[in-house]
T-cell receptor
């Protein structure tokens, strides 16, 4: 099925460890996004890539880096994980840059716990 | 800047009750409006959308009408089911690269 695929689905890290969350979409969308979701905070944008070759900071970028590897793939890296980064991470894609009316397509999420 | 305000939850209803979840927005120009639903343990799914004033979006018995005069996009359903229990997010797009989301409203439906 067409959509957004995130890996892994679950991960436990120790404080200070690094990891990369992977995201791939097969809808030929130009734009991709990383959000985190915490209880009572709604969705907060970490980074986004409006098109291949560009990335921009969102609301909460500190402690994260991203790479738009190609049009399909957009990865999120935690260089030195902290307990405050315990969250559910969602990747999404869209054609919003072209004033699309279709909104986002979301992945199923990565549940990350930092101990 | 753009913003979306949703009623705080949880909203607790009995099965077959009428549902309204309020959503109001602030935006420049003529945004597109969306409702997303998130079932427990899953990602967000697009529920319905409206792209211009007076449009009505509908899906799975849910409806919302784009009211420019009141800058609102309230979600309604005539008879909720236990399976509708989820978190509902209102969102808008002003033509930039990102959506603006509300904080979400949890709906709990009991048998």
């Amino acid at each position: 099925n067409a959509g957004v695929t995130q890996t892994p689905k679950f991960q436990v890290l120790k404080t200070g460890q690094s990891m990369t969350l992977q995201c791939a979409q097969d809808m030929n969308h130009n734009s991709m996004y990383w959000y985190r979701q915490d209880p009572g905070m709604g969705l907060r944008l970490i980074y986004y890539s409006a098109s291949e070759g560009t990335t921009d900071k969102g609301e909460v970028p500190n402690g994260y880096n991203v790479s738009r590897l190609n049009k399909r793939e957009f990865s999120l890296r935690l260089e030195s994980a902290a307990p405050s980064q315990t969250s559910v991470y969602f990747c999404a894609s869209s054609e919003l840059g072209r004033r699309s009316v279709d909104g986002y397509t979301f992945g199923s999420g990565t549940r990350l716990t930092v101990v | 800047g753009d913003s979306v305000t949703q009623m705080e939850g949880p909203v607790t209803l009995s099965e077959e009750a009428f549902l309204t979840i309020n959503c109001t927005y602030t935006a420049t120009g003529y945004p597109s409006l969306f409702w997303y639903v998130q079932y427990p343990g899953e990602g967000l799914q697009l529920l319905l959308k409206a792209t211009k004033a007076d449009d009505k979006g509908s899906n799975k018995g849910f409806e919302a009408t784009y009211r420019k005069e009141t800058t609102s996009f309230h979600l309604e359903k005539g008879s909720v089911q236990v399976s509708d229990s989820a978190v509902y997010f209102c969102a808008l797009s002003s033509g930039y690269s990102t959506l603006t989301f509300g904080k979400g409203t949890m709906l709990l439906v009991s048998p």
